[in-house]
C-alpha cells in the first residue's frame, strides 16, 4: 500500500496540474511587498514580506532584506496587509440547480466565480454533475496553465457511488474511474441493513478504486463505521464522528495510516440553523453576495423556518454538532491531518464562498487555534488532497495563489473576511 500510494500521489499530482518551469523575468513577474506573511505551512509569519510570481509560479518569498525583486517586475505595495495562501475546500461541492435556467456548465462555472470571490482559490467537489464536472475541472487547468484563470481552479469525484453489492460496486467505481475523475466518493447512507453499509460492500469499493489508480473518499457519521472504512483502507474521511468520542485507538488508526479528517462543521449548522433567521444573514461580507439572495429569501420564509424547526431530524442534528466538535479537537490534538471542508453547494443554505469563512470560525470555537485553522485551510487540505505540490502555501514552486487582507487571521480568525484582493496564478482576480 506505501507503494501504491506514493505512485498514485505522484500520478494524481501529474494529471492534476501540470508543472510549469519558471520562465525568465518578463511582463508577467509581479512582486507584492510589504505585507504580514502566512505562508500556510504553519510557520511564523514573515513581517514586510516580498513574494515574487512569475508566470503563474512562486519565484521568491521572505523578509524584504532577503529577497531581490527583478528588474522589470510589477510591484504592489501591500504595506500593513496580511498575505496568505488561496483557501482550498477540501470537501465541496459543483453541482446544478434545478431552480436555475441556465445551462449546466454555465452554472457550474458561476459557482466557481462565486467561491473565488470569497478567497476560496482551489475546489474539491466530492459528488458532482459527471462529464460536465470533469470537462470543467479540465479547462480550469489548462487555463491556469495558460494563466488566464479567473475562478476558482476545481477538482472533481463526478457522481457520489452506491452500490447493490460487491460486484455492482467494484462496477461503479470502475465506469466513474474511466470519466477521468479525480478521486472516488462513496456515501454510507440509507437503513443500517442497506448493502453500501456493509462492509464487504464499501471494502470491494476501496479496493478497486485503488486498482484503478484513485483515492477513495467516504461519507460517515458514527465511530463504528469509521473505523470500519478506516480497517478497509479509506483514503479520506469526509465528515465528522458525530455520535460519540472517538476512541483512543480509532484516533491511532487514523494518525498511523495518514488519513485526513474534513470536519464539514458547517454541514450540520445548515441543518438546523434556518429555524430562525441566522446571524450571518445581517454580515456586510454575505449580504453584498447578490447570488446569495433567492435562496436567502427562500430560507427566511416562516413556513420554511417552521419546518425546520419541527422537524426531528434537524433537531437532532445539534448535539451531532457539538460532538463534532469535541472529535475536531481530539482528532486535531492527537496530530491526525485536518483539512477544511464545508459540503457547501450541496443542498439549500450552504453557501458556496461564504461558508468556507464560517466553518474556519467554527474550527476555532472548536479549540483550534488561528494558525491550525489556517493551515487546515491552505497547507493541509492540499496534502489531504495530494495537490500539494502544485498549490497550498506559498513557496517558491507553487502557484500563486493568496489572498490580501485588511487584518490578521491570527489575531482573530474571523479577520478572513476582511478580504480585499485575490490573486490565482500570480494575477489578481475580481
Same mark, same amino acid.
Given at each position: 500500500? *506505501? %507503494?501504491?500510494k506514493a505512485l498514485s500521489r505522484k500520478l494524481l499530482g501529474l494529471c492534476a496540474l501540470p508543472l510549469i518551469v519558471a520562465a525568465p523575468v518578463s511582463a508577467e513577474t509581479v512582486a507584492l511587498s510589504g505585507a504580514t506573511l502566512i505562508d500556510g505551512t504553519g510557520a511564523a509569519p514573515v513581517s514586510d514580506s516580498?513574494? %515574487?510570481v512569475t508566470d503563474g509560479r512562486i519565484t521568491a518569498v521572505g523578509p524584504r532584506a532577503s529577497v531581490s525583486i527583478p528588474a522589470g517586475a510589477r510591484t504592489v505595495n501591500v504595506s500593513g496587509k496580511t498575505i496568505m495562501p488561496g483557501i482550498i475546500n477540501a470537501h465541496a461541492h459543483v453541482e446544478g440547480n434545478r431552480r436555475s435556467t441556465a445551462p449546466l456548465p454555465q452554472q457550474l462555472s458561476d459557482q466557481l466565480a462565486l467561491y473565488a470571490r470569497y478567497g476560496v482559490t482551489t475546489v474539491y467537489s466530492l459528488g458532482d454533475d459527471g462529464v460536465e464536472s470533469v470537462k470543467l475541472a479540465r479547462e480550469t487547468r489548462q487555463k491556469s496553465q495558460a494563466g488566464t484563470l479567473d475562478r476558482a481552479r476545481l477538482f472533481v469525484s463526478g457522481p457520489v457511488l452506491n452500490a447493490t453489492d460487491a460486484a455492482n460496486g467494484r #462496477? @461503479? %467505481?470502475?465506469? @466513474?474511474?474511466?470519466?477521468?475523475?479525480?478521486?472516488? $466518493?462513496?456515501?454510507?447512507?440509507? *437503513?443500517? @441493513?442497506? *448493502?453500501?453499509r456493509q462492509p464487504a460492500v464499501y471494502g +470491494?469499493?476501496?479496493? &478497486?478504486?485503488?486498482?484503478?489508480?484513485?483515492?477513495?473518499?467516504? !461519507?460517515?457519521? #458514527? +465511530?463504528?463505521? #469509521? $473505523?470500519? %472504512?478506516?480497517?478497509?483502507?479509506?483514503?479520506?474521511?469526509? !465528515?465528522?464522528?458525530r455520535d460519540r468520542d472517538a476512541d483512543p485507538a480509532l484516533i491511532g488508526a487514523i494518525k498511523a495510516r495518514n488519513i485526513p479528517y474534513i470536519p464539514t462543521l458547517t454541514r450540520d449548522l445548515?441543518?438546523?440553523?434556518y429555524e430562525s433567521k441566522p446571524d450571518f444573514a445581517a454580515d456586510p461580507f454575505f449580504t453584498k453576495e447578490a447570488a446569495y439572495r433567492p435562496t436567502l429569501e427562500m430560507v427566511s420564509a416562516p413556513e420554511f423556518q417552521a419546518r425546520i424547526k419541527n422537524d426531528p431530524s434537524a433537531q437532532a442534528i445539534k448535539p451531532a454538532l457539538e460532538q463534532a466538535k469535541r472529535n475536531l479537537k481530539a482528532l486535531s490534538d492527537a496530530g491526525v491531518l485536518i483539512a477544511m471542508g464545508t459540503d457547501s453547494g450541496a443542498g439549500i443554505g450552504r453557501w458556496q464562498g461564504y461558508f468556507e469563512h464560517v466553518e474556519m470560525a467554527m474550527m476555532a470555537q472548536a479549540g483550534l487555534t488561528p494558525m491550525q485553522?489556517?493551515?487546515?485551510? #491552505?497547507? @493541509?487540505?492540499? $496534502?489531504?488532497? &495530494?495537490i500539494d505540490d502544485q498549490v497550498g502555501t506559498l &513557496? *517558491?514552486?507553487?502557484?500563486?495563489d493568496l489572498l490580501v487582507l485588511a487584518a490578521s487571521p491570527l489575531t482573530d480568525i474571523t479577520h478572513t473576511k476582511t478580504l480585499e484582493q485575490v490573486w490565482i496564478d500570480g494575477r489578481r482576480v475580481n
Open positions: 500500500m *506505501p %507503494v501504491f516580498v513574494i %515574487v #462496477t @461503479n %467505481v470502475t465506469e @466513474n474511474a474511466a470519466r477521468g475523475v479525480d478521486i472516488i $466518493k462513496v456515501r454510507l447512507e440509507g *437503513p443500517a @441493513n442497506a *448493502p453500501i +470491494a469499493m476501496i479496493d &478497486q478504486a485503488h486498482k484503478e489508480g484513485k483515492r477513495i473518499a467516504i !461519507h460517515m457519521f #458514527t +465511530a463504528d463505521e #469509521t $473505523k470500519g %472504512v478506516v480497517d478497509a483502507g479509506v483514503d479520506v474521511l469526509a !465528515h465528522s464522528i445548515s441543518v438546523f440553523v485553522v489556517i493551515v487546515a485551510a #491552505t497547507g @493541509n487540505a492540499a $496534502k489531504a488532497m &495530494q &513557496q *517558491p514552486g507553487k502557484r500563486g
